[in-house]
């Protein structure tokens, strides 16, 4: 194994002519999935850049042995899950492939938000009140593979936020009512959209007794949410967007739904990172736009569409600082360890939880 701390002095010129090296002798054999909140300097190597969805779907049909997967953990258990299915398995005759994080330590405070024995005490909380049958439990999918086994277990599905009202309006053509986890934001805001009503709407407070609902309540809701959120989008402010649309008359708001449901009432619309990067992309030269997702894509569109003016809705820069734990050096210490045999921060999921979060994850594909 290769020692990281060589790596830490070495020029960016010099790190990516040896990324070039490693990627030439690997050739179709190693592919480079990148998140769109990742810095540049990864973005730009990268093989793809998507969201959630394009991501999971981009890891499923790759033919690839190995992915490195700049991102966070989450998204790396869904592509392990994903690319090593028992057919694919077969099909390399007999190999996994291999899925490689940047840095282990790079999670998602949301999707630790909930655990399997937390979602597990919350199902056992509402047998004794309501009938559990009647609800579809659905998953954003940032969340761990074990919160996605709990969902597959139950007749339930993963959702991004691309595909949220599309997943929740399928669950409930088939049963009355949806569990939601672990992003009440995202869960509150698709809801809303379908016509369900504000009462018939309940937030879960997580570690509580009825999650500090009364019985009435969780009898009368069509969705239960559990109240997680991710810190990076609540950070947009009410008092910053009404200033840039006073300053600057017939401007636009367009903001993720992971936001709070009082920051998206002031929008013009909402949508997944692709979809915000859509709106400014086709928006008309001269536009001037306010986007409220993670700070280093924001700064990404303002700096790539010199024609618009992009600006962020909040005080202070939101980033990621678990999106932004990839680094040059790291990419360049993978991969020449995978290249040596040595493949270092390799993401595995147990195959009885990657059964069960298969079931739930069918629904992205
Ligand atoms: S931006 Fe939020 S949801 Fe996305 S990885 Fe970071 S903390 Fe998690």
Same mark, same amino acid.
């Given at each position: 194994?290769?020692?990281?701390?060589?790596?830490?002095?070495?020029?960016?010129?010099? $790190?990516?002519?040896?990324?070039?090296?490693?990627?030439?002798?690997?050739?179709?054999?190693?592919? %480079?999935?990148? +998140?769109?909140?990742?810095?540049?300097? %990864?973005?730009?190597?990268?093989?793809?850049?998507?969201?959630?969805?394009?991501?999971? =779907?981009?890891?499923?049909?790759?033919?690839?042995?190995?992915?490195?997967? @700049?991102?966070?953990?989450?998204?790396?258990?869904?592509?392990?899950? $994903?690319?090593?299915?028992?057919?694919?398995?077969?099909?390399?005759?007999?190999?996994?492939?291999? %899925?490689? /994080?940047?840095?282990?330590?790079?999670?998602?405070?949301?999707?630790?938000?909930?655990?399997?024995?937390?979602?597990?005490?919350?199902?056992?909380?509402?047998?004794?009140?309501?009938?559990?049958?009647?609800?579809?439990?659905?998953?954003?999918?940032?969340?761990?593979?074990?919160?996605?086994?709990?969902?597959?277990?139950?007749?339930?599905?993963?959702?991004?936020?691309?595909?949220?009202? =599309?997943?929740?309006?399928?669950?409930?053509?088939?049963?009355?009512?949806?569990?939601?986890?672990?992003?009440?934001?995202?869960?509150?805001?698709? @809801?809303?959209?379908?016509?369900?009503?504000?009462?018939?709407?309940?937030?879960?407070?997580?570690?509580?007794?009825?999650?500090?609902?009364?019985?009435?309540?969780?009898?009368? /809701?069509?969705?239960?949410?559990?109240?997680?959120? @991710?810190?990076? +989008?609540?950070?947009?402010?009410?008092?910053?967007?009404?200033?840039?649309?006073?300053?600057?008359?017939?401007?636009?708001?367009?903001? +993720?739904?992971?936001?709070?449901?009082?920051?998206?009432?002031?929008?013009?619309?909402?949508?997944?990172?692709?979809?915000?990067?859509?709106?400014?992309?086709?928006?008309?030269?001269?536009?001037?736009?306010?986007?409220?997702?993670?700070?280093?894509?924001?700064?990404?569109?303002?700096?790539?569409?010199?024609?618009?003016?992009?600006?962020?809705?909040?005080?202070?820069?939101?980033?990621?600082?678990?999106?932004?734990?990839?680094?040059?050096? =790291?990419?360049?210490?993978?991969?020449?360890?995978?290249?040596?045999?040595?493949?270092?921060?390799?993401?595995?999921?147990? /195959?009885?939880?990657?059964?069960?979060?298969?079931?739930? $994850?069918?629904?992205?594909?």
């Amino acid at each position: 194994m290769r020692n990281f701390s060589d790596y830490a002095e070495l020029s960016a010129d010099e $790190l990516r002519a040896r990324i070039a090296a490693v990627r030439a002798a690997a050739g179709d054999r190693l592919v %480079v999935l990148a +998140h769109y909140y990742v810095p540049d300097e %990864v973005v730009d190597l990268a093989d793809f850049v998507g969201d959630s969805l394009g991501l999971a =779907k981009q890891a499923a049909a790759s033919p690839a042995e190995a992915v490195l997967f @700049c991102g966070v953990k989450f998204m790396l258990e869904t592509a392990d899950v $994903l690319m090593n299915r028992p057919d694919k398995i077969a099909a390399r005759g007999g190999r996994r492939a291999v %899925v490689m /994080a940047l840095d282990l330590s790079a999670g998602c405070p949301m999707a630790d938000m909930i655990t399997a024995e937390q979602a597990e005490d919350w199902k056992r909380q509402l047998d004794e009140l309501v009938d559990f049958s009647e609800f579809t439990p659905i998953t954003y999918v940032n969340s761990s593979s074990e919160t996605k086994a709990f969902c597959g277990r139950f007749g339930g599905k993963v959702c991004t936020s691309a595909n949220a009202e =599309k997943v929740v309006r399928e669950a409930l053509a088939n049963r009355p009512k949806v569990l939601f986890m672990p992003d009440s934001r995202l869960g509150r805001t698709t @809801c809303l959209t379908l016509g369900i009503a504000p009462e018939e709407i309940v937030t879960w407070r997580p570690n509580k007794p009825l999650g500090l609902a009364t019985p009435e309540e969780i009898k009368r /809701a069509r969705a239960i949410l559990w109240d997680g959120c @991710c810190p990076v +989008h609540q950070r947009f402010s009410a008092s910053v967007v009404k200033k840039i649309k006073r300053d600057n008359p017939g401007s636009q708001f367009w903001v +993720h739904p992971e936001a709070p449901r009082d920051i998206v009432d002031l929008s013009d619309g909402y949508g997944s990172t692709t979809k915000l990067i859509d709106v400014v992309s086709k928006a008309e030269p001269g536009s001037v736009l306010a986007i409220g997702t993670e700070w280093k894509l924001v700064d990404r569109l303002r700096r790539r569409n010199p024609d618009k003016t992009v600006l962020f809705p909040a005080e202070e820069p939101s980033k990621c600082v678990n999106m932004g734990k990839s680094t040059l050096a =790291k990419v360049a210490w993978v991969l020449e360890n995978w290249l040596d045999g040595e493949p270092t921060n390799v993401v595995t999921t147990p /195959a009885e939880v990657a059964e069960d979060a298969y079931r739930a $994850l069918e629904s992205l594909l």
